[in-house]
């Protein structure tokens, strides 16, 4: 049982934000763009007085309408529908904003991974921003397949916030935020004002709540609101309907609050977003050094795990879990050489020595459990 308490103290007043919305809060039963509901959307959007950047569902959904799909289960068949129906979304949207203009961004998994692409990607969101338009994000399904694509547009909102370094990430979902219990069919599930840390527990508690016209449910909304607030970054998950835009920002405490972590450079940011390619496996001497804000050295290399190349990604693993990730100077085959050994061993072993480090401390960002025990 999850304890209900807490005031939702502490909301922002941002300079940038975030805010997702799902297929089923822009479109009716049918699948088709409602919109009304845009519109309404737009109004709270605009009530922060803010810069924005709305990460929109919607485009398969309006798509297989569209297109008289029934069912869009092959790969082709929903990037044909997402193609058609993103279309439809931008223009509905251009319509609820006007005069205000939008601009359409279109991501995958790849331009978070190469940091030209990632911070070509950020430069665009400013130069919006500047212009006074109100971008709007989706994934680019129309192109994605399976090895880029982020899955669903949750955690995309929560990578959208992470690049242009949001101040706050919000959630818009059919029900009003985190409950106890499925609030559609348990009529005592509360609702949980406040989450100090998500935890396991949680994640298990919000199993399976989701929309039959989107590919997010509660779970996915507690992960990538765990990617927002391990960034810093805080995030509430709040009912669509209500006017419920309008009223958080106007300071009234409703939904879901999700406090975050201490906020992360934008290069830890990259870093912590890269796809992981490996792990490295380290003794608990390598974890307290690292916690002590030093490199990893291969004498607290135990194992490694993966075929990863230099420059690479990869999870820093100690005897109780993952500490850290950050890029490699070794790649994979060097460093099952020279682990257990000294960096004056190096040279002799591999016959050059580029680097004194495995991970230097400056592209490695430890887990906020080891941040919290290094204070």
Known sequence: MVEVKGTNEGRLRPRRLVVKVGSSTITDERGMIAPPQLWALARGVQAWGAQVAVVSS???AAGRWAL???QVRTLPKKQAAAAVGQALVMLDWARAFAPTPVGQILLTHEDFQARRRYLNARNTFEALFSAGAVPIVNENDAVATAEIKFGDNDT???????LIEAELLILLTDIDGLYTADPHTDPNAQLIPEVPEITPQLLTLAGGTGSSRGTG???T??????????????VIIAGVGGQALERLAAGEKIGTYFHPRSRRSGRQRWIAGLELQGAVQVDAGAVKALRQGRSLLPSGVTGVEGDFGFGEAVRVVGPEG??????VNYPAEELRSILGHKTSEIAQILGH???DEVIHRDNMVLTPSLVDQAK
Not at 221 to 233: E, V
Not at 322 to 327: D, F, H, I, K, Y
């Open 58 to 60: 919607g485009a398969i």
């Open 68 to 70: 008289g799909l029934d």
């Open 156 to 162: 995309l909102s929560a990578w959208t916030a992470y």
């Open 217 to 219: 449910g509660m779970v």
């Open 221 to 234: 909304k507690l992960r990538a609101a765990r990617i927002a607030t391990d960034a810093g970054i805080p």
């Open 322 to 327: 993952e500490v850290a990730r950050g890029l």
């Open 353 to 355: 020595k580029d680097y």
